[in-house]
């Protein structure tokens, strides 16, 4: 076992006094799991006020060059057919962050919280939960089923020509939310008849590579997310099954809804939350611990994209000025929890999970929280402590490693929110003892020695014969453009070719 110092150890009489810290164990396995797209936000109206031109949020959270490393952006698809009648709230405004993304390599996709009023049973956008609304309860007119997709293409064509080609579209916020805003409700086995005969009206000669999502449930709950892949006909014309963790922390519902996606090479993203929403303050060290946790859980339930909330807000990435939560919600600067973020976005992405000795299978917020993944030559755990109290992690891995970094995180000062310290390793081993802080935030990354014989492992890995699938999970004879590569172990990844 190889122990790695952060720092010259000194062996001074009063240190050698002190108890030793406890030693935790974890074993890494060489068993992989799915293959993470990315992590992002919304850039919608609300919080993300002013709207529009002020991409400074975007800028400063997207781009692997950025701080935060963030991929995936998330808008909404305004009930306009124009993007230029519902006011200041249409497809414009999240048009600028939009291409800041795409010119950064990120991903947009957008999801409608309501289709066109005039599609509707109550002939509004609104989702008729109110008074004032005559408690309506709006859903999409079977008659208008077949205008669905039309209408989602217009809005793929409108944005297209302003110069973004966004990369999916979802088919509802929520809908088993009956709202007083903008809504639409759909019982799962309405879903499947709109997703069953109109789905193949996606125009996708039109917009290669577009992909279409499942509507996003409230609680990523198995009645909405099942009936889709259950059926043939629908499975065809999902690629990724979507869904929110409000109410159901990520390895109860989500977890479950995962399965039979990931059975059949589908994406699985939670697309919406925001942890210790709606607070009167800015959120304290040990809230974004918490928020850690649940990265590391959607992780762990077989996520392979996270999409926050806003971009904007206290309770974000992105200060909003207000000082009525604190003198460092300064506007348009990173706050911590944008840090806590940037341990996933800018070094899971792209990673494979593999399994541990400490995966955590149920409930949440333990004191301790594991998880690991391997990019390229590269192992990465990922490791939260919530406690008072210094320990060292002893990690044992699949394979033999020569070097390491240990990215930190402890909320301490300014200036702590994400240290780079070099991990020194004498000898290639595959066993390392690391320090983990009280109260931290760790991603320890360790490169695999290119003169072991394990790294043929992993070039075994990468050349086992691959099958290749299109958006619509047709198996291709061979590649072509954008489509689904399956490994002889049946993890799955997009490639262009």
Same mark, same amino acid.
């Given at each position: 076992m190889k122990k790695a110092f952060?720092?010259?150890l000194l062996l001074a009489a009063p240190l050698l006094l002190q108890a030793a810290k406890p030693t935790y164990s974890l074993v890494v396995y060489n068993t992989r799991c799915q293959t993470i797209t990315g992590f992002g936000a919304a850039s919608c109206d609300g919080a993300m006020k002013p709207f529009g031109d002020d991409t400074s949020p975007a800028s400063k959270l997207y781009g692997a060059k950025s701080k935060i490393?963030?991929?995936i952006m998330r808008m909404e698809i305004s009930p306009s057919f124009t993007g230029d009648n519902w006011g200041d709230y249409d497809w414009n405004g999240s048009l600028p962050s939009a291409k800041v993304v795409k010119n950064r390599g990120g991903i947009v996709f957008g999801t409608p919280w309501s289709p066109p009023g005039e599609y509707k049973t109550n002939g509004t956008a609104q989702g008729g939960n109110s008074d004032s609304q005559g408690? *309506?309860?709006?859903?999409?007119?079977?008659?208008?089923?077949v205008k669905f997709f039309p209408w989602l293409n217009t809005f793929l064509k409108w944005m297209k020509d302003k110069g973004v080609s966004v990369d999916a579209v979802s088919i509802q916020n929520e809908p088993d939310w009956w709202v007083d805003y903008s809504g639409c409700l759909y019982d799962p086995q309405d879903l499947v008849k709109l997703v069953k005969n109109y789905a193949y009206m996606l125009d996708r000669e039109a917009n290669p590579g577009v992909r279409l999502i499942s509507g996003e449930s409230l609680g990523f709950t *198995?009645?909405?997310?099942d009936p889709l892949m259950q059926d043939t006909a629908c499975r065809k014309q999902i690629d990724i099954v979507a869904g929110h963790l409000y109410g159901h922390a990520p390895l109860q519902y989500m977890k479950k809804s995962a399965v039979l996606p990931a059975k059949y090479g589908k994406e699985v993203w939670m697309t919406e939350h925001s942890v210790t929403d709606n607070i009167d303050h800015l959120p304290n060290w040990h809230e974004n611990l918490i928020f850690a946790e649940e990265l590391n859980e959607c992780m762990l339930a077989g996520c392979t994209g996270y999409i926050y909330w806003y971009m904007r807000a206290h309770w974000a990435f992105v200060g909003t000025g207000e000082t009525k939560y604190g003198t460092a919600n300064k506007k348009n600067e990173l706050l911590p929890r944008a840090f806590v973020m940037s341990h996933f976005a800018k070094h899971v992405t792209g990673s494979t999970?593999?399994?541990?000795?400490k995966d955590k299978t149920e409930g949440e917020g333990d004191a301790f929280e594991y998880s690991a993944y391997i990019k390229g030559d590269s192992l990465i755990v990922m490791a939260i402590d919530t406690t008072a109290t210094a320990r060292d992690l002893k990690i044992t891995l699949p394979y033999t490693v020569k070097s390491g970094m240990h990215l930190l995180s402890t909320g301490n000062e300014t200036e702590n929110l994400c240290q780079s310290l070099t991990l020194t390793i004498d000898e290639p081993t595959n066993q390392i003892t690391v320090e983990m802080p009280a109260r931290s935030l760790n991603t320890y990354i360790f490169m695999i020695d290119q003169g072991s014989a394990a790294i043929e492992d992993v070039k075994s890995a990468d050349t086992a014969p691959k099958a290749y699938y299109d958006l619509r999970g047709h198996r291709l004879t061979a590649p072509r453009g954008l489509c689904i590569e399956r490994s002889a172990d049946g993890h799955s990844r997009k490639v262009v070719f």
């Open positions: 952060l720092f010259p490393g963030l991929n408690n *309506q309860r709006g859903k999409l007119r079977e008659d208008c089923y *198995q009645n909405y997310t999970r593999l399994s541990t000795s």
